[in-house]
């Protein structure tokens, strides 16, 4: 498994063992929104700000990706849900793309609590056996939220725990899934789940502030990071705002240090002119 360990050290370089990715792979899934509208400014301000990895599908890296090789590793994503099948990602590319692509890892969605959860957990089991034999880590978006579970539910400790541990069950590296809460409820999560676990951002917050607290109260609670993407993409200033994230997931600053950091970067930004879209 030398391959799959080579691969794990350039997504999670840090002694820390944690992990800071970004996401742009939401057109298919949720339309082409603002921040998706222009990926290559978008992708060059995340570089910039120095995450671990960027999620996208085959056909961004293909055309945008390439000024950034070697300097941030690339996650391919090799499933989608959309517009007009939420409750169902398909699978709409594979290990072999991703090799041929330079990958560091592949990542799958899956969405369980649904009439088709067989049919999702068949498709990340098919994957993951692809993983394995390339030695590729893989990454799994795994959701409680087919059409047996619904509103709060889609975030008890109960249906997460379920998510993230079929994950696991079924071989998966780094486990991406939703927040519970709280640091109490989701530490009951990582306890539970013998793989590395981390949450998605959405638009579950409101403020800034708030999501530097969930990100704070994640990382107390034993997860190996994050993964972000609409509430980066969206920011004013992406950069500023990636690198106080990463201060918080790997210096383990507190949430008011990141507040006056990123107030700090978005000062000297607009100073030398740059961009804070």
Request: net charge negative.
């Amino acid at each position: 498994m030398f391959g799959k360990e080579v691969r794990l050290g350039r997504l999670i370089p840090n002694a820390d063992g944690h992990y800071f990715g970004l996401t742009v792979d939401h057109a298919i899934a949720r339309g082409v929104m603002p921040g998706l509208d222009t990926i290559d400014a978008t992708i060059a301000k995340m570089v910039a700000g120095g995450p671990n990895a960027i999620t996208m599908h085959k056909g961004i890296a293909e055309k945008c990706f390439a000024p950034y090789a070697g300097k941030v590793p690339l996650v391919l994503k090799l499933t989608t849900f959309g517009v007009y099948h939420f409750e169902e990602d398909v699978q709409v590319a594979d290990v072999g793309e991703a090799v041929c692509l330079g990958a560091d890892a592949v990542s799958t969605g899956c969405i369980v609590g649904g009439d088709n959860q067989d049919q999702q957990l068949r498709m990340l089991g098919r994957i993951s056996k692809e993983a394995l034999r390339a030695e590729m880590p893989l990454i799994c978006h795994i959701y409680p939220r087919g059409n047996h579970i619904t509103g709060a539910d889609q975030y008890s400790v109960e249906n997460v725990t379920y998510a993230a541990r079929a994950a696991a069950e079924l071989g998966v590296d780094l486990i991406k899934t939703n927040y519970t809460g709280d640091l109490d409820s989701f530490a009951k999560v990582v306890q539970a789940v013998p793989a590395r676990v981390a949450i998605g951002g959405g638009l579950k917050c409101e403020t800034v502030k708030e999501y530097l607290q969930m990100t704070r109260n994640v990382m107390d609670a034993g997860a190996a990071g994050v993964t972000y993407g609409r509430f980066v993409f969206r920011y004013r200033d992406i950069t500023a705002l990636v690198k106080t994230l990463s201060q918080v997931i790997h210096n383990g600053i507190s949430v008011q240090e990141g507040l006056e950091l990123l107030e700090y970067l978005e000062r000297e930004h607009q100073k030398g002119g740059e961009p804070c879209t």
